[in-house]
C-alpha cells in the first residue's frame, strides 16, 4: 500500500493567504490614498473628532496611516 501526501490542500492554502494579504494590502493603500485628501486644519480636526469616538484599535491604525501620509 503505497501513502501519498497531497500537496494540494497546502497550496490551496497559501495561495489563499496570499490573496486575502494582498487584498489587505490593496485595501490598506486605498484608505491611505483616502485618508490624504484630509488637508486642511478643519478636516484633520473633524477626523481626530470622528477617531476620538471610534474603536480605539481602528482608530490607531488610522492616526498611524494618517501620520505616515504627513511625513511623506
Known sequence: M???TSLSPLWNAAR?????RRAARAS????AREL???TTPAERDELNAILD????D???EIR????????A
Request: hydrophobic share 35%.
Open 2 to 4: 503505497e501513502h501519498r
Open 16 to 20: 489563499d493567504d496570499l490573496r486575502t
Open 28 to 31: 490598506k493603500r486605498a484608505l
Open 36 to 38: 490624504a485628501t484630509y
Open 53 to 56: 469616538r471610534a474603536d480605539p
Open 58 to 60: 481602528a482608530a490607531a
Open 64 to 71: 498611524r496611516i494618517v501620520r505616515r501620509n504627513r511625513v
